[in-house]
């Protein structure tokens, strides 16, 4: 048997594996949602179902930039820090007197600018973005207090205020939630229909085969940091604006549910694999478990505990998965050997 007769079995089973794992995902989805119905009658009601989805759309923001970055086998743990400081430079611009689109614009500024840092530690001085990462998530967050301290920026205008909490017209739909499925499609269209696409899956893959296929690795990461940034600063506009309120702990935590949701829907941690599909899904499940079990009143220590086993589930489950299907193409060589 020939060398691509071998490899395309392997390709085929690699792609049942995501596709099953989107699947899955998406059937836990509805499972989740009957037993939020199980526990609350009122969990499936329209209204409940609007503020529950609204209540997770920042870490859905965050969550779609984080995709692309650990498919090339990078990540960024300062992500709620960034949403912090954006939200407390947007407090702090605004009741300086600055008009509110420009105190948004700067938002994003400093946004991209913090995504920027973060990649240029990563792609020029070559070091970890696990580390770098943690370094500025504690760095982003402290310049935040710098900012603030412990008072909260409020009274913002209703125009915009509206943007954070409402619903798109005539439906139930969360504005913010409506603006992340929008750019969930443009993320998936990017991810899985174009050439740039194709170089995230390589970069994460193999690196050093991709640059010897003449990828431009490190520009192609950089770009990835300053996107995650500029996600972040999206989200804490939406934050900010939701709970029309300004405060450098604002987000405090977010990073391991956004994570999580990213591992969760299959993306892996070691790079070259997972979909924006998956993804999504993976956030609409952690925030309907959430949810339901804040209505039934479970604590927010709780929320975390559970969080936490979600995040460990989500690495331990696919690489058991993936093992065990390796022990059984490894079964299956040796049986066409011995034919």
């Given amino acids: ?39 609350s009658p009122d969990f499936l009601t329209g209204s409940n179902l609007s ?16 995709t692309l970055l650990v498919i090339v086998a990078e990540i960024d743990l300062s992500v709620a820090s960034i949403l912090g400081l954006c939200s407390a430079v947007l407090g702090v611009l605004f009741a300086a007197g ?29 070091l970890p973005s696990l580390a770098v990462t943690i370094g500025t998530l504690a760095l982003y967050r402290g310049l935040a207090y710098v900012l603030l301290g412990d008072r909260a920026i409020a009274e913002f205008p209703a125009a915009y205020t509206n943007f954070g909490f409402g619903n798109v017209p005539g439906t139930l739909i969360p504005i913010p939630i409506a603006l992340f499925l929008v750019l969930a499609v443009i993320t998936a269209v990017v991810l899985h229909a174009t050439p740039f696409g194709r170089s995230l899956y390589a970069i994460g893959a193999n690196e050093v085969a991709a640059r010897f296929a003449g990828l431009r690795v490190e520009r192609v990461k950089l770009m990835l940091f300053v996107l995650s940034g500029l996600m972040a600063a999206l989200a804490a506009v939406v934050y ?7 405060r450098a702990d604002n987000a405090s935590g977010f990073e391991l549910s956004v994570i999580a949701a990213v591992l969760l829907g299959g993306v892996s941690i070691f790079g070259g694999k997972g979909s924006v599909i998956g993804a999504v899904a993976a956030v609409f499940l952690i925030g309907i478990i959430n949810g ?44 066409d050997a011995m034919r």
Avoid: H, K, Y
């Fill in 98 to 126: 600055w008009p509110m689109p420009l105190a948004i614009l700067a938002c994003f500024v400093v946004g991209g600018l913090a995504g920027l840092f973060n990649g240029l530690l990563v792609t020029r001085l070559g």
């Fill in 1 to 39: 048997m020939s060398q691509p007769e071998l490899s395309r079995p392997n390709r085929s089973s690699r792609f049942r594996s995501v596709v099953g794992w989107e699947l899955t995902i998406t059937g836990l989805v509805f499972v989740a949602l009957l037993g939020g119905a199980l526990l």
């Fill in 51 to 66: 503020f529950l989805t609204a209540n997770f759309s920042e870490v859905a923001l965050m969550a779609l930039s984080m």
């Fill in 292 to 335: 339901a079990l804040t209505i039934v009143d479970v604590s927010n220590e709780i929320l975390t505990i559970v969080t936490g086993l979600l995040l460990i589930g989500s690495v331990l489950v696919p690489n058991l998965l993936a093992r065990a299907r390796s022990a059984r193409e490894r079964r299956q060589l040796r049986r």
């Fill in 240 to 246: 900010t604006f939701r709970f029309a309120s300004a």
